[in-house]
């Protein structure tokens, strides 16, 4: 067990549609990173937040967007959901901004019908 | 930009042999490497890492040594088990804008049969 939660487990969801991914950090973790994790591009950086700012961008789509709560919990916003962003997504957590040890979540599996 | 690439599988081996999974980066500077894990089912989990030229990374078995001069970061186990069965990849952090994101290789799939 990392000590990142992620929660749901397992979304099913329709196209068009709107969804909310929660990640949980470790304790005494400032730094989150999302990743995404499909069969067509492998594992991929979204976006990294550090003590509630956004600090690196990846290749996320802008209609994904993710924030980062003062008590470090955070959230992916995925909108206007696509069959292709049917994807496991990832979190990890990292205790400060150049630590470069990334404890992973289990993942939340989304499936766009 | 920086890359990783690593042998595609799937690696089907038998109890007691030998495990060899290649992997080269591209990048900048110096990053660090690393190999993760992926268990059916579950994240990724860290195997072990290196941070600089020539440094080993060893864990439960598992050992890569980090050549700059070949620019890469070969994963190698003398006797690999049933229960090594999983996802390998190797992946890099390249502090750039003062972020250590992770660019990963593709996966390799290992399976060990009794």
């Known amino acids: 067990d990392s000590g990142v939660t992620q929660t749901p487990k397992h979304l099913i969801t329709a196209t068009g549609q709107r969804v909310t991914l929660r990640c949980s950090p470790r304790?005494?973790?400032?730094?989150v990173y999302w990743y995404q994790q499909s069969l067509d591009q492998g594992l991929q950086f979204l976006i990294q937040y550090y003590n509630g700012e956004e600090r690196a961008k990846g290749n996320i789509l802008e209609r994904f967007s993710a924030q980062q709560f003062p008590d470090l919990h955070s959230e992916l916003n995925l909108s206007s959901l696509e069959l292709g962003d049917s994807a496991l997504y990832f979190c990890?957590?990292?205790?400060?901004?150049?630590?470069?040890?990334?404890?992973f979540g289990p993942g939340t599996r989304l499936t766009v019908l | 930009g920086d890359s990783v690439t690593q042998m595609e599988g799937p690696v089907t081996l038998s109890e007691e042999a030998f495990l060899t999974i290649n992997c080269t980066y591209t990048a900048t500077g110096y990053p660090s490497l690393f190999w993760y894990v992926q268990y059916p089912g579950e994240g990724l989990q860290l195997l072990l890492k290196?941070?600089?030229?020539?440094d080993k990374g060893s864990n439960k078995g598992f050992e890569a040594t980090y050549r700059k001069e070949t620019t890469s970061f070969h994963l190698e186990k003398g006797s690999v088990q049933v229960s090594d069965s999983a996802v390998y990849f190797c992946a890099l952090s390249a502090p750039g804008a003062g972020s250590y994101q992770l660019t990963f290789g593709k996966g390799t799939k290992l399976s060990v049969i009794p």
């Open positions: 990890a957590s990292v205790q400060g901004p150049w630590d470069n040890e990334q404890f």
């Open positions: 304790s005494g973790d400032l730094s």
């Open positions: 290196a941070t600089k030229a020539d």
